[in-house]
């Protein structure tokens, strides 16, 4: 069952650990307008799409579940479908999504917005490494709703986004890891650093 993209995700994730030096680059204006005009169409059904993805996300890395203690022991996959917490998420990260879109033309506030989520997701104890397998799954959901406005240009175009927005969470969760270490540090060791610094 599936979409060809979700095997990807796990394949490609070598490839994106030696890619994260590079800089990521932001969809370009073609792509932000196709992502748009894709978005009005995906989004009469973000309920349906959101929860298929993270049923699909299940399906495809079952180690996710552990991210999700609600979700940790349910085996029964087709029950997840009905979970008022998992649609709850599902609309959570589809609003997410929609505010992603909507920013594209901002990199600024959606810079913002992904580094603020990326920090949040270091208290759920939500690791980068599942990141990438939301947006491939995302792709995977939405194909069937776009029928033949699919296009692999349009792919692309998701992909993109979908790699910049990761990658701003990961240095979000970075960041957030980075102080809390710090804060992690004693006093008296905060003191002595900044003592030998002078």
């Given at each position: 069952m599936g979409c060809a993209i979700s095997g990807l995700a796990a394949k490609s994730e070598l490839a994106d650990r030696s890619r994260e030096d590079a800089a990521v680059e932001h969809p370009n204006e073609e792509q932000i307008q196709m992502i748009k005009d894709s978005w009005k169409v995906i989004r009469d059904d973000i309920a349906k799409v959101g929860i298929?993805?993270?049923?699909?996300?299940f399906e495809t890395h079952p180690e996710c579940k552990d991210v999700f203690f609600l979700f940790r022991d349910v085996e029964d996959l087709e029950r997840l479908r009905t979970n008022r917490e998992l649609r709850a998420h599902g609309l959570r990260v589809m609003s997410f999504i929609e505010k992603s879109v909507a920013r594209l033309d901002q990199p600024e506030r959606l810079e913002a917005l992904a580094v603020e989520l990326g920090k949040s997701h270091y208290h759920y104890n939500a690791p980068p490494k599942y990141y990438n397998y939301v947006g491939a799954e995302f792709i995977c959901a939405?194909?069937?709703?776009?029928?033949?406005?699919?296009?692999?240009?349009?792919?692309?175009?998701?992909?993109?986004?979908?790699?910049?927005?990761?990658?701003?969470?990961?240095?979000?969760?970075?960041?957030e890891s980075a102080r809390q270490r710090q804060l992690a540090t004693s006093p008296k060791d905060r003191l002595d650093k900044r003592n030998t610094a002078l």
């Open positions: 298929i993805m993270f049923v699909r996300l939405v194909q069937p709703i776009l029928k033949e406005q699919w296009t692999t240009e349009l792919e692309k175009a998701w992909k993109t986004m979908f790699q910049f927005v990761t990658a701003l969470m990961k240095q979000g969760y970075q960041e």
